[in-house]
């Protein structure tokens, strides 16, 4: 009988590539739901259920009491509340990336890296081309950025055909895209600053900081201090979303116990336990310890990364979608609506912009060896891929609702987002369907 240590699922690589392969499969079936949950926003916006679907996301909600109080309508409650959310899983990735995974190496971060580049710069370019001298260029950040779960979601249904590593390349692009997405809505989309609040919300990122630098571990702590945080950006001008991301880069990603440590306290209490006596008091009290003994050898960042993923993934980004996608056609035809200025700028950048900004620039890296493809992974699987970043779905409907007040511009908006999207999804696919299978996954 061969030894465990030689058995296939106990190499280490299985080790490294379980947080990974469970992180792709979330996204894929969330990519499955936001496609269920769009085609829902399209039917309810375009029939009779049109004037309820549109009346309720204008319905007010109030939070707080007094002076204290936020009113605002339940779409505006989705958009900077609980994307707020979703930004700070994207900034909890961010962060996890940078130190231990994809983009921890400068070898392997050299390609997603200089690919995302050309896959932001292109993209923004080829709209400013096609909408220059009209008002509407400043929807040029629209087409920046990939929906990482849509794109995962079409891969998923490759199969074998589409490699972990061409997986694990195009999550790391879209996770730099979205960094990129993050820092023009910062620093490009945002209307006029209150200093005051925007003082306040610093001073609250300067005691978060101060608390991860003295070790607090209580999640409770950043999570109060973080909702502050929120009020404060939504109150400064700032985009309320951007709190997300910077209470993230404040969460603790050190551990409070060691593997070695860990091992060896874990290896006392098992060893305490009697055996085929599961109610006995000692052994419940073990259970409990092991408990509390896995708490501490778990990072913060970790355990709020796996506690929000599912939330992100199943209700908050499909509830996104849902409130965002519907675009009512019944008043303009398609050709018209995709005729526009707007919708042909966003049709440039998504379609052709990315995949020639991202092919291009990765070639390049790859040429002047300044990074190295992944293994088994072909030419035209990377094109693939390129082509599947032009999926721009969630961020892209996100910037859009920042650039266009006018609802009819903004329909115009979502309508060439929907179109370019599904053009872009569609050719990703079968390109990567017709790419030969290489002998190495």
Do not use: C
Not at 364 to 392: C, D, F, H
């Amino acid at each position: 009988m061969a030894s465990p240590q030689l058995l296939p699922e106990n190499r280490p690589v299985d080790g490294l590539l379980k947080p990974i392969n469970r992180f792709i499969r979330l996204e894929a079936s969330s990519g499955i739901l936001l496609m269920v949950m769009a085609i829902l926003a399209l039917i309810f916006a375009n029939t009779a259920l049109s004037d309820s679907y549109f009346s309720t996301l204008e319905i007010p909600l109030t939070v707080g009491f007094g002076d204290f109080m936020i009113q605002k309508p339940l779409l505006l409650w989705i958009n900077d509340g609980l994307m707020a959310i979703f930004f700070f899983l994207v900034g909890l990735e961010i962060k996890r990336e940078v130190m231990v995974g994809e983009l921890s190496s400068p070898k392997q971060a050299m390609l997603p890296i200089i690919a995302a580049i050309g896959g932001m710069a292109v993209p923004a370019g080829a709209y400013v081309l096609v909408t220059g001298g009209t008002p509407f260029v400043n929807g040029w950040g629209i087409p920046m950025a990939t929906d990482i779960a849509f794109a995962l979601g079409i891969l998923a249904l490759l199969g074998t055909r589409a490699p972990v590593a061409l997986k694990i390349f195009l999550t790391a692009l879209a996770i730099i895209d979205d960094l990129g997405a993050v820092l023009v809505i910062a620093i490009f989309y945002t209307s006029k600053i209150n200093l005051v609040a925007l003082g306040i919300g610093f001073g609250l990122l300067a005691v978060l900081a101060l608390g991860n630098r003295l070790g607090i571990q209580k999640t409770s702590f950043y999570v109060v201090v973080g909702i502050f945080l929120w009020l404060a950006f939504l109150k400064s001008g700032v985009h309320a979303t951007i709190a997300g991301v910077l209470l993230a880069l404040t969460i603790p990603a050190r551990r409070r116990l060691d593997e070695v440590s860990f091992r060896e306290k874990a290896r006392g209490f098992l060893d305490s336990m009697k055996v085929g006596e599961v109610d006995d008091r000692e052994n419940q009290e073990a259970v409990h310890a092991l408990e509390v003994l896995s708490k501490g050898a778990e990072t913060p960042l970790a355990r709020m990364e796996h506690a929000l993923h599912g939330w992100v993934a199943f209700f908050i980004m499909p509830v996104f979608a849902l409130a965002n996608a519907g675009v009512d056609l019944r008043q303009v035809s398609i050709i018209e609506a995709l005729s526009h200025p707007v919708a042909l700028g966003i049709i440039a950048g998504l379609f052709v912009g990315k995949q020639v900004g991202v092919a291009i620039f990765a070639w390049l890296s790859l040429k002047l060896n300044i990074a190295e493809m992944p293994k088994g992974v072909t030419w035209r699987q990377l094109y693939g891929v390129a082509v599947l970043t032009g999926v721009g779905f969630t961020m892209s409907l996100f910037i859009a609702g920042l650039s266009f007040g006018d609802p009819d511009v903004l329909d115009r908006a979502k309508t060439g987002i929907l179109f370019a999207s599904l053009i872009a999804g569609l050719a990703g696919y079968f390109l990567i369907k017709m790419a030969p299978i290489t002998s190495e996954k």
